[in-house]
C-alpha cells in the first residue's frame, strides 16, 4: 500500500467508478446491469501519523488497558459485538472505540470490524486521514458495497474500518431495517469483534434499535460535560432496551484534587 | 425483615455514607482555597472583634437576707381579721422585688452627670499615656476601641432624645450589666454589675446595693399610724357593747342569771315533790274514809273499835279539807314558779348575745393591740436604720479583667469561617450536576469502569481535526 497525502482522495479501484466526494459508487440497478468487480481493492490507507493513531498511541489507557477488558466470547457462537454510544455529542465516542478496535486486532490477531454509524456527524475517516468516501451511511442506503467502504489501516490487516461515509441525517427507524440486519450480518462474518461506533443515546433514541445486533453496550461520559441525570437517563434507556452494559468508559478526566481522589484508574 | 432486607437497607445505608464521606471529602479538597479564603475572613473578623471590644470588669457584692416578722406581716393580720401568712416570702420573690425596672430606673436617674455617663465606656486610653509601660499592639488595639468609641457618637445620639427616653436606654443597659441571683438554699443574694473600668464597676455596683436595700426598708417597714385610728375603733365598739350588757342585765336584774336559774328549778322541783306527797296523802285519806264507814256499818266490830272508828270519822273529813288545801296551794304555787322560770328563760338568749358580743368586741381590741406594741417595737429597729436585708461583702474592685475572652474570639471567628466554608464547599459538591470523578460515577451506577481516559494534548488535537470538520 502506498501512503498518500491526507488530503488526496483515494484512487479508485481498477476497472470500478472512481469513489470518493463526488461518486456515490454504482447503485443497486447498476450493479444488477454490471458484473461485480472482481477482488475489489479497498480504499488504500497505509499512514500511522494520523491523529487518531496518535491519540491512541500517545495514551497508554486507550492503547493498552481498555482491549483487555472486551476480550470475551459470545457464548452462542459468532462474534462479540459491542456498541459504543455516549449520552450527547462530544464524548469521545469514536476515538474510545476505535481504540478498543484496534487494541483487539493487533493484539488478538483476530478479525475486528469498526464500524462507525453516526452518519449526521462523520468524524472516522478524517481522524484516521482516509478523505472522503462512501461508508455505512451508503451501505444502509444500498448504493456501496462494503469492500468499497472498507478501509484499512496500515499493516493491521486484521482490522476492517467502515466510516460513516457522507455526512447525512439519520431517520427515525434507520438502525431497524432488514438492510440495517444486512450490514451487520457483513460485518460479523469478517470478524470475530465487531464495535459500533453509535449515534449519542440522548439525541438519536434509534440506537436502541440496535439491540439485537450487539452482545453489549458501553457507555461513554465525559468528564466535567456530562451529567448525572443524562447518565442515569442513558443507563435506564439501555436496561429498558433488554441491552447489556458492559461497563463506563470515563473520558477527559482531569482531575481537580489532590492526591489522586476520585480517580480509581 | 428478613436476611435479604437487612442486607440491603445496609448495603443502602453504607453506600449513602459512603457517598456522604465522598461528599465531603471531594468538596474539601476541590474549594480548599475557597475554605482558606473564608477561614481568612472569619479570623480577620475574629481578631477585629477581639481587639475592637474594650475590656470588661465585674464588681461583685453579696446581700444577706434574714426573713422575719416584718416581711410576714399582712394587712389582714394586722387587723387581726385573720392570720399571719402560713408561707414566708423566699428569695425568689425577694429577687423579683429588688430587681424591678424602677428600682434600676432609680439608680440611673440619680447617677451622677446623667444616664449617658453611665452609658458611655470608659475611655480605653486613660493608662496609655507617655511613660507607662503599655505594649505597642496593646496601645493600638486601644486606638482602635477609642476611634470606634468615638464613631458611635453616643453623646450627640443620646442628644436627640427626652430625658425620659434617655433614663429608659440607659436603665436597660444597666440592667443587661447587671445580675442578681442567688443559689439554691442560700440566704446569699449576689449582685454582680459589669463596665469597661474597674472604678466604674464598683460605683455602679455600690448604688445598685444601695438602691436594693432602700426598696426593701419601703417595702417591709412599718407604719403604725393609720392603725391607731383603728385601734380607737375598737376600743369604742368593745365599750359599747359591754355597755348595753350591763343595761339589759340591770333592767332585768339578772346579775346572777345562772345561779337564780338553778335555783328556780331547784325549788320548782321540792314543789312538784310536795305537791306529790300532799296528792298521796290526800288520796290515802279519801280512800280511808269509805272504809273507816263501812268498818262502822259492819256488824263484826267491837265497841272499842267501833268508838275509834267513829273517832277516825270525824276527824277524816278535816284531815281530807286539809290535805286538799295543801294539795291545791302547792299547785298554784307551782304554777306561779313555773311562769317565772319560763320568763327567766325568754330573756336568756338575748342574754347571751350581748354577752357574746361584748366578748368578741373586747377580744378583737386587744388583739389589735397586742399587735401595735409588735408594730412599735419594730418601727422602733427601721428609725434606727436596721433591716432585715444587709450587706454581706461591700462591692469590691476588680483588678482582673473578665473579658473579652479575646483568644475565643480569635479562635471562633476563625473556626466559624472555616464551618461556613466548608459548608460552602459541600453543599457546592453535593449540588454538582456534572460527572467529574470515575469512582463516584462508579460508585453511583454500580458499573464496571472499563477505563478512565485522562485529558492529553494529542486528545485535544483530535477535537480540533473534528472542529475543523
Redesign the interface.
Known amino acids: 500500500m502506498n501512503a498518500l497525502p491526507e488530503s488526496t482522495p483515494p484512487p479508485p479501484p481498477s476497472g470500478n467508478p472512481r469513489r470518493g466526494s463526488q461518486s456515490r459508487g454504482p447503485g443497486f440497478l447498476e450493479r444488477l446491469r454490471k458484473p461485480r468487480p472482481q477482488a475489489p481493492e479497498p480504499r488504500p490507507y497505509a499512514r500511522l501519523d494520523v491523529p487518531l493513531l496518535e491519540a491512541i498511541e500517545s495514551l497508554r489507557e486507550l492503547s493498552n488497558d481498555l482491549w483487555p477488558k472486551l476480550v470475551r466470547r459470545n457464548p452462542r457462537g459468532g462474534p462479540t459485538r459491542y456498541l459504543f454510544t455516549a449520552p450527547h455529542q462530544g464524548t469521545g465516542t469514536t476515538l474510545v472505540a476505535s481504540a478498543a478496535a484496534l487494541g483487539l486486532a493487533r493484539n488478538l490477531r483476530e478479525g475486528v470490524v469498526l464500524a462507525e454509524l453516526n452518519t449526521e456527524r462523520p468524524a472516522l475517516a478524517s481522524y484516521l486521514a482516509a478523505g472522503e468516501g462512501p461508508g455505512v451511511g451508503e451501505l444502509l442506503a444500498g448504493t456501496a458495497e462494503p469492500s468499497y467502504c472498507r478501509i484499512e489501516v496500515g499493516d493491521l490487516d486484521k482490522l476492517q474500518v467502515f466510516a460513516a461515509g457522507e455526512a447525512k441525517v439519520l431517520e427515525p427507524g434507520d438502525f431497524a431495517r432488514e438492510r440495517m440486519d444486512r450490514v451487520a450480518r457483513d460485518f460479523e462474518a469478517r470478524g470475530q469483534y465487531v464495535v459500533y461506533d453509535a449515534p449519542p443515546l440522548l439525541e438519536y433514541p434509534g440506537t436502541l434499535l440496535l439491540g439485537e445486533q450487539v452482545d453489549a453496550v458501553v457507555l461513554v461520559v465525559r468528564g466535567r460535560e456530562t451529567t448525572k441525570r443524562e447518565l442515569d437517563r442513558c443507563i435506564e434507556l439501555v436496561s429498558q432496551a433488554n441491552m447489556r452494559i458492559a461497563g463506563l468508559i470515563f473520558n477527559r478526566f482531569e482531575s481537580d484534587l489532590p492526591f489522586g481522589l476520585g480517580n480509581s484508574g | 425483615m428478613d436476611n435479604q432486607q437487612r442486607d440491603e437497607l445496609s448495603r443502602d445505608e453504607r453506600k449513602a455514607l459512603s457517598e456522604l464521606q465522598e461528599t465531603i471529602?471531594?468538596g474539601v479538597?476541590?474549594y480548599w482555597a475557597s475554605i482558606l479564603f473564608c477561614a481568612g475572613i472569619g479570623l480577620t473578623l475574629g481578631v477585629y472583634l477581639a481587639a475592637s471590644k474594650p475590656n470588661t470588669y465585674v464588681s461583685q457584692a453579696k446581700l444577706l437576707l434574714r426573713l422575719g416578722e416584718r416581711e410576714q406581716i399582712t394587712p389582714e393580720a394586722i387587723v387581726g381579721a385573720g392570720p399571719r401568712r402560713e408561707s414566708t416570702p423566699t428569695m425568689e420573690d425577694e429577687i423579683h422585688l429588688l430587681t424591678n425596672v424602677a428600682v434600676f430606673q432609680r439608680v440611673v436617674a440619680d447617677y451622677p452627670d446623667g444616664p449617658v455617663a453611665l452609658m458611655k465606656p470608659a475611655d480605653p486610653l486613660r493608662h496609655d499615656g507617655d511613660g507607662s509601660n503599655v505594649s505597642l499592639h496593646v496601645r493600638l488595639m486601644h486606638e482602635l476601641q477609642a476611634y470606634l468609641i468615638a464613631s458611635m457618637n453616643l453623646e450627640e445620639g443620646m442628644a436627640q432624645l427626652s430625658e425620659a427616653d434617655r433614663i429608659l436606654a440607659a436603665t436597660e443597659v444597666l440592667r443587661q450589666d447587671t445580675a442578681v441571683f442567688n443559689e439554691t438554699g442560700s440566704n446569699v443574694i449576689s449582685v454582680l454589675h459589669t463596665s469597661t473600668s474597674p472604678e466604674k464597676a464598683q460605683d455602679v455596683c455600690s448604688r445598685l446595693v444601695d438602691a436594693f436595700l432602700e426598696r426593701h426598708r419601703e417595702q417591709f417597714s412599718v407604719d403604725i399610724e393609720p392603725m391607731l385610728a383603728k385601734l380607737d375603733e375598737r376600743r369604742r365598739a368593745a365599750v359599747s357593747a359591754q355597755s348595753e350588757l350591763d343595761r339589759f342585765v340591770t333592767e332585768n336584774r339578772l346579775l346572777n342569771f345562772d345561779l337564780e336559774l338553778e335555783e328556780k328549778l331547784r325549788a320548782l322541783v321540792e314543789l312538784e315533790t310536795d305537791h306529790a306527797t300532799a296528792e298521796r296523802e290526800f288520796r290515802a285519806l279519801e280512800a280511808e274514809k269509805p272504809k273507816t264507814q263501812e268498818a262502822i256499818r259492819s256488824s263484826s266490830i267491837s265497841s272499842d273499835a267501833l268508838a275509834a272508828a267513829r273517832e277516825r270519822l270525824a276527824l277524816l273529813d278535816g284531815l281530807i279539807a286539809a290535805a286538799d288545801v295543801r294539795r291545791t296551794s302547792l299547785d298554784e304555787e307551782i304554777t306561779r314558779r313555773r311562769l317565772e322560770l319560763e320568763e327567766l328563760k325568754g330573756l336568756e338568749p338575748r342574754l347571751r348575745e350581748l354577752a357574746s358580743a361584748a366578748g368578741e368586741a373586747e377580744a378583737e381590741f386587744r388583739a389589735m393591740d397586742a399587735t401595735l406594741r409588735d408594730l412599735r417595737a419594730l418601727a422602733a429597729l427601721d428609725l434606727e436604720g436596721k433591716s432585715n436585708l444587709s450587706v454581706l461583702q461591700a462591692p469590691d474592685l476588680p483588678i482582673e479583667k473578665t473579658g473579652p475572652k479575646r483568644l475565643k474570639l480569635v479562635v471562633l471567628g476563625l473556626g466559624a469561617g472555616m464551618a461556613l466554608g466548608t459548608t460552602a464547599a459541600v453543599l457546592r459538591q453535593a449540588f454538582e450536576?456534572?460527572?467529574?470523578?470515575?469512582?463516584?460515577?462508579?460508585r453511583?451506577?454500580g458499573?464496571?469502569?472499563?477505563?478512565?481516559?485522562?485529558?492529553?494534548?494529542?486528545?485535544r488535537?483530535?477535537?480540533r481535526?473534528?472542529s475543523?470538520?
Open positions: 471529602l471531594f479538597a476541590r450536576r456534572r460527572l467529574r470523578y470515575p469512582t463516584s460515577v462508579q453511583t451506577t458499573l464496571e469502569l472499563l477505563a478512565v481516559i485522562p485529558e492529553s494534548a494529542e486528545v488535537r483530535l477535537q481535526v473534528r475543523y470538520i
